[in-house]
């Protein structure tokens, strides 16, 4: 600095902090808070107010991490302002702590870049509201555990007694009550003083403040005290507040808490440990298995809903009872099921139909999802999850006004949901590979980064805590990670670099080449393995005491990142079938996964039987009477069977396929009410004579025709039941062909996240913002010349038409900037300094400094116009 230039003075305010900010500065605070530029403030005074609103500073406080919280908390108990050296005494205490000193600069970094602390080190202003929120009082009791200073406790004292407590202390008397207060703070911080004061308070009477010094600091005492008590409340140690109620001072708690305002300050996080090593290998083959699993129950629970799911309830979800059965179809409990369903919904695969009767039913885009492959349609169902607010884990809950909580059902948004998965699996990513997480290291974790403030400590209402617990279990469900261990293509799913320890080869290639070696490596060979030096978890990050707080995805990234992921996965899923071995006792077993069209085909003709590595269908006159009536002739199944067959096909299930379809068709239902018919009057008869057909009642209209007073569907139904294999004819006598077309929605969306609050700015909008609040800065601060009227409230002067025309015109001459006041057609008023550029047809334009853009104003909406100063112009 040169010696003319004058050191910058301090500023007096939080706006004046922020005016003396450059913009790389004011964009972290932008990007840290984006409630603050929603909308965009006009100027950095109204930042600077809007950043300490109560609404604005409670979010912020709660995306601290534990450390700087604590720092805010005790910069709340210290004086205002307060130099660098207090705060450092209150969170390291007399004796010093390294590792809080070496910490400490970087949570006042994120306290200042948060704009929650303004001020140099000499001076540092925790802001109002933040005070207020932090501070200890009676019905807000402080994190800290401290109580109130001296002169809060002995506000409405009288000041006899204040002089006796000052006399008890063996301190002089004084002439008032404000020098006596600040007589008896003096001793209290003088650890000298304090101590000796203390060493001749007896052990009893020293018992009752070690049970108030961490917290509550407030007793209760009776009229007449104790002998103990008496002492500490003649010798002003423990000051009444209240008939009964008595405080232990702050300044005396932190001399026995040795200048510490908490008990266990946490400058670093703790680490994330691991329960066991797996190879890498290993894991990814375990969560491909898995993934495949979730591919196979995503496909068996909408075609289970093919012609119509479950109906929808009036208040919206699924009931009870049908969660239940869709968990039995699925053999999974019922909060699996939930999950399954919740992420099929999330997906866009699962709606309502929207009918009168409404019903749930896969939509149009489920029909395109199955005909991409496994791996593109795995990372669709781990993409949509991962940004999903609904959680499934809270199905069978109660909200805050005691109703059920349903699967597909309102009230399950929880809108940290997506933040919480994110930063879970990153904790992972940044383990070596094939680690398995301890997930009690991971909850301590997060409560570090995020702590939870009043009520919510514990208990149920841990939130966050809840949520990383599901985000372990279903990722696990999911096959993003394989015993406990991110995989590969987990990895790759959120973009995350390749883990610690692994060596130079990039993920995929390696994780591809193994499973290569794998599936070729004969009995005795050896599969490569790969070595890495295990290390504790987020080593780098625990050094610096900050979470890894990356930027979210773009949807370009997002997308890329899916498309890693798919191809590190497609290698490991297996590969799809056309073949099925036929056993004599009519089942099929299906030893892998089969190709669409077969397994299509399949699951028409049998029915399932039993799931695993390996299906096992069975065939049954009923399955086969299913594949007749969607359009097939016994030839088409003989045929379909010998070609897809690895075996040749047993002689009893051809026997049933000619059997269900010499008697298929041979009754014809069609719609009358309802009519049966038949060339076989016989068959008529017998049917007639059965008792079981008396609830369809039937009556003979002609020799081959009976009616019934049942819809088609009903007679169908009842038929069969009885043992027969009646076919539906439209009424010109056709065969009706009852495919296994499914029932659709019509095109549904994907239901969208909630989000935490504004979302996140991006750079083009950061720009765009600063620039606006700097130019609107400059309007309501720059110097202006005198004006004919004075400016009232810092308004611009009120002009006349004629007056503003003339000033404007000048402007135009001279080149001059002008601040104006002007009123737009909604009636807003607002400032600006714009350059006037011409002036003609009643109109001004002239490039806007407030909107960094040239714009057009009508003259008459002018309020009044003012020149710059020379110096600002």
Known sequence: MSSDEKPAAAPRSLAEALRARDDVSLAALLRSRP??????????????????????????LERLDRFALQTAEALAVAGDPAPYGELLGLMAGDAGDPAVADTLPRALGTLREQALVWGGDDRLHLVRTARELLAPSPQHPSPTGLGPTVQEATAGMSPGRIQEIVTAAGL???????????SLTGLFTDRGRMAALLADVPADSLDVLDRLVWGPPYGQVTADPAPRLRLLLDRGLLLPTAPGTVVLPREVALHLRAGRAHRAPEPLPPAVTTTAAHRPQVVDATA????????????????????????????????????KRTAVALDVSEPVAAFWVELAYAAGLLASDGEADE?????????EWRERPPADRWAHLARAWLAATRTPGVVGGRDAKDRALSALGPGLDRSAAPEVRHRVLTLLAALPEGAAVDADSVLARLRWERPLRGPQRTGDHDLRGRLARWTLSEAELLGVTGRGALSAHGRALLGAPPAPGSESAP???????????????????????????????????????????RAPLSPAEQAAASAAAARLLAPLLPEPLDHVLLQADLTAVAPGPLRRPLADV?????????????????????????????????ADL??????????PVPQPLAYLIDDVARRHGHLRVGAASAYVRCDDDALLNEILADRRSAGLRLRRLAPTVLAAQADPATLLEGLRAMGYAPAAESAEGDVLVTRADSHRTPPRTAPEPVPDGPPAPDATLLSAAIRAIRAGDLASTAPRRPAPEPADGGDPPRTGPAETLATVQAAVLTGEALWIGYVNADGAASQRVIAPIRVEGGFVTAYDH??????????????GVAELADDEG
């Open 850 to 863: 407030t909107a960094d853009e040239v714009r057009t104003y009508p003259l008459h909406r002018i309020t």
């Open 638 to 647: 003989h045929a379909f069977l010998a070609e897809h067959s690895r075996t």
């Open 288 to 323: 491909a298995g898995q993934a495949y699993t979730a591919l196979a129950t995503v496909e068996e629970l909408l075609k289970d809903w093919d012609e119509g799911g479950p109906g929808v309830l009036r208040a919206g979800g699924l009931s009870v009872r049908d969660l």
């Open 507 to 549: 993920a995929h290639t390696r994780t591809a080449t193994d499973e290569s070696a794998r599936r070729s490596a004969g009995p005795g060979d050896k599969l490569p393995v790969h070595r890495h030096h295990a290390r504790p978890a987020d080593t780098a990050e625990a050094a610096s005491g900050s979470p890894a707080a």
């Open 602 to 634: 399949l699951g028409v003709l049998a029915d399932v039987e039993s799931k695993g590595g390996a299906t096992v269908y069975r065939f049954t006159p009923a399955s086969v009477r299913r594949a007749l009536d969607a359009g097939r002739s016994a």
């Open 359 to 367: 019903r749930y039913a896969a939509t149009p885009a489920y029909d």
């Open 172 to 182: 002089p008397s004084t002439h008032d009550s404000v020098s006596a207060v600040a």
């Open 35 to 60: 409630d603050l530029i929603t909308p965009v403030p006009t100027d950095l005074t109204q930042l600077a107010t809007r950043a300490g609103t109560r609404a604005s500073v409670v979010r912020a």
